[in-house]
């Protein structure tokens, strides 16, 4: 026979988006403060699975699986300070034991001032400085103006200053 | 630099959160729920308008279809409940699986199938024992579980050619062919290099996507594709990396009937909303108000059931529904968490012994995995049979859910690498893949398997 002919545009499958990008979602979750990044990550798929026909191209998929990460996540964390009437920080997330505490070591003091900041401000830091998303993706993730996220990342950089001299001063 | 630094941080701390091997499970089940919540949502007025109607008591929850393959070409290894012998066990001891087994979900009933190649000796004929010195090829094997019963059944179908010489992928079972028909379908099967792409082609000629999984250390790759069964898919189509069409796999026909006997009169209408239908051969249907098949038995012809089957049942599509012994006047089911569903049964038209019943049913749960009872009672109001159906929890769930394989650069040059066209055989002129190319074996061996779907045929208790 010959060659069939494209009647579809071809899009990457539901399970071919899974397969690229599932792990990169639960670690965002997990960078902006979710206690189950996974949970997050698993129901951000789901939405995007009901959505999936109806985004405008291929290349909407990761960026709205990004934006559902970042309001699940807030919104989970919402939700832990209003429950649980603890403090704003999220509960530390699950992480592979030897490691994570190497890692806490190195970067401990960066990583506890980041911990602390506003979650706008760490929203905009960890898609800047982790998925390296420009000005326009991170205000689409984030559902804010790109002047938004100019504000945000620059009191975070300035609040991060701030802390690990405090750090060091002690 | 702060900004490096944060990135090494965040990095760092990136790489300590691990994935879950069931993620792609968990995401399928979410999936399946925001279905059911909002078919649910629309079903909910008719449910319950035909509940006022029926007069029975409604309970406003979900429960599937049973999806169970009870059958297979090539004598099946079968377990079920109690004892819950598991299938696939049964069958790797003696069938082991080469490289990785994969577990996939079947989108029928949410439970998860397993494929794994194995190697096996050729076998002539079922009524013909092995030879010592048969050629051995390596065949697609399957297990799949009865959520219904609790049970699990699963095979290794070895096909006439099982070198399947010039193909690059072919069919081996899936669940498009059973009755009752599902909302969702799945096929499968297996594909040599360079396959990189699988996709359903609807009766519309939309392609859907499907999926090609690289079981670690297995002779080739298998493919899937999960599709709405209202698609229609006429046929499987095959593409390298680069997006070249290898192949377009039609596969064989299958009726869209239930059964071409002619129907036994009268047909009955329960007063649960379905309509129960025999017909000359032994099979039983129940149709709902669309004249879709809902659920099937097949019955021996001629004979009294009144002893023979005692009662059977299922849930789908929004009823729970089944036969009954003589004498039942009504039949009561009850959940675990204590809500009841009630039906009154009738005596069947075709003085076979038993009686019929149906009523509007739907749960939020997984009735088979949480148990329940049902108890017969005559027009006295005595009760006289009773079942209690034990919990029949997923098997298999700590297997990890198939991951796909990621899409890959092309392979290796193959020029002249032919396009065939399997409705029929390789185009003339045309070559497949060598023999050594073949599932990566070396010869004798060769990938291959059976072509029909896994049994499908109603189950007969």
């Not at chain 1, 699975?49 to 405008?56: D, I, S």
């Not at chain 2, 669309?290 to 009294?304: H, K, P």
């Not at chain 2, 997984?366 to 009760?383: R, T």
Request: glycine share 8%.
């Amino acid at each position: 026979m010959t060659e069939a002919p494209t009647l579809t545009r071809e899009r990457p499958s539901f399970a071919e988006i899974f397969a690229a990008h599932y792990p990169a979602m639960v670690r965002l979750a997990g960078l902006l403060g979710a206690d189950d990044p996974e949970d997050i990550a698993q129901e951000a798929f789901a939405r995007l699975h009901q959505r999936l026909a109806r985004l405008r191209d291929d290349a909407a998929a990761v960026p709205y699986l990004r934006s559902i990460v970042c309001n699940l996540t807030r919104n989970r964390i919402r939700h832990l300070r209003l429950t649980r009437l603890r403090k704003p920080e999220p509960p530390p997330p699950e992480r592979s034991g030897e490691q994570a505490f190497l890692i806490a070591e190195r970067h401990r003091d960066l990583l506890a001032a980041v911990d602390r900041l506003p979650r706008r401000q760490r929203e905009a830091l960890v898609l800047r400085y982790w998925l390296d998303l420009s000005e326009r993706e991170i205000a689409d993730a984030m559902g804010v103006t790109t002047g938004s996220v100019k504000s945000h990342t620059s009191r975070a950089i300035a609040a991060l200053g701030r802390s690990l001299q405090e750090s060091s001063d002690d | 630099m702060i900004e490096n630094d944060l990135r090494e941080a965040l990095r760092d701390r990136a790489s300590t959160y691990e994935t879950s091997p069931h993620a792609w499970l968990g995401v399928q089940q979410r999936v399946r729920r925001t279905r059911r919540m909002r078919w649910a949502a629309l079903a909910a007025v008719p449910v319950a308008t035909a509940a006022v109607i029926a007069g029975v008591p409604l309970v406003l929850s979900h429960g599937g279809a049973d999806s169970a393959t009870t059958g297979a070409r090539t004598a099946p290894a079968t377990g079920a409940s109690p004892e819950r012998q598991d299938a696939y066990q049964t069958q790797t001891a003696e069938h082991p699986p080469i490289g990785e087994t994969l577990a996939l979900v079947n989108p029928d009933d949410g439970r998860i199938m397993r494929l794994w190649f194995s190697r096996m000796p050729q076998q002539k004929g079922l009524d013909q024992p092995v030879a010592p010195d048969a050629p051995k090829y390596d065949v697609l094997c399957w297990a799949v579980q009865s959520a219904l019963r609790g049970g699990s059944v699963a095979g290794c179908p070895m096909d006439d050619d099982p070198r399947h010489s010039g193909e690059y992928a072919w069919y081996v079972g899936g669940t498009a062919g059973k009755w009752p028909r599902a909302d969702t379908a799945i096929s499968y099967g297996v594909a040599r290099a360079p396959v990189a792409k699988v996709q359903a082609v609807a009766k519309d000629g939309t392609l859907l996507p499907g999926t090609i999984y690289r079981p670690e250390g297995a002779p080739a790759t298998v493919w899937a594709v999960t599709y709405p069964a209202r698609a229609q898919v006429r046929a499987f189509q095959f593409s390298d990396a680069d997006g070249k069409i290898l192949v377009r796999m039609t596969p064989s026909k299958r009726s869209d009937e239930l059964t071409s006997a002619k129907p036994v009169e009268p047909a009955v209408d329960l007063r649960g909303g379905l309509t129960a239908r025999l017909y000359e051969d032994g099979t039983l249907a129940w149709l709902n108000h669309d004249e879709v098949v809902v659920g099937t038995e097949i019955m021996a012809t001629g004979e009294s059931l009144k002893d023979a089957i005692p009662s059977d049942w299922h849930f789908g599509r929004g009823h729970w529904f089944g036969i009954a012994p003589a004498g039942t006047a009504r039949i009561e089911l009850t959940l675990k968490d204590g809500r009841r569903v009630s039906a009154d049964a009738i005596p069947d038209p075709w003085h076979r012994g038993f009686t019929l019943y149906s009523a509007p049913y739907e749960h939020a749960g997984d009735v088979y995995a949480e148990g329940y009872s049902i108890v017969c009672y005559d027009a006295e109001g005595k009760q006289t049979t009773r079942v209690d159906e034990s919990a029949h929890p997923p098997l298999w769930t700590d297997a990890p859910i198939a991951t796909p394989a990621r899409p890959t650069a092309s392979g290796p040059d193959r020029p002249g690498t032919p396009v065939t066209d399997q409705t029929g055989t390789t185009a003339t002129g045309q070559t497949g893949p060598s023999s050594a190319d073949q599932a990566g074996t070396s010869t004798p061996d060769q990938a291959g398997t059976s072509t029909p779907d896994q049994p499908e045929t109603p189950s007969r208790r």
